[in-house]
């Protein structure tokens, strides 16, 4: 089972990582309270990236890490609603602090992955 660990990474400019070695998500503990759980979920979506998958094609690897991350964040919030039609993306997009293009695309196509299944 993957282990969270906390650092202080007040001067480090790192928010969090993934070592697949120990199985461990470190995540930076100066962070607020959304951030870290932004940062766990994108960091638990490197689990079964290779160094290889990640030397040859980063931007992938982090498109997918990120999708991860927002499939756990928008399943969280689903969990909390009597009424999946009253989701609204760009509050969620708001709370989460989501800005690009990507993750617009992201959280419409998870939600409506995860409102046919819910």
Do not use: W
């Amino acid at each position: 089972m993957t282990q969270i660990a906390y650092f202080d990474g007040r001067d480090t400019g790192v928010n969090g990582v993934y070592n697949k070695p120990f199985d461990t998500v470190f995540v930076n503990s100066y962070l607020d309270d959304i951030d870290k759980k932004k940062v766990t979920y994108h960091e638990l979506g490197h689990k079964h990236h290779t160094k290889a998958d990640y030397e040859f094609n980063r931007e992938r690897c982090e498109l997918q890490a990120d999708r991860n991350m927002i499939h756990h964040l928008l399943k969280e919030e689903l969990d909390l609603m009597d009424d999946h039609k009253e989701f609204n993306y760009v509050s969620f997009m708001e709370k989460y602090r989501l800005k690009t293009i990507a993750d617009e695309t992201m959280v419409k196509e998870e939600f409506n992955n995860l409102a046919n299944i819910i």
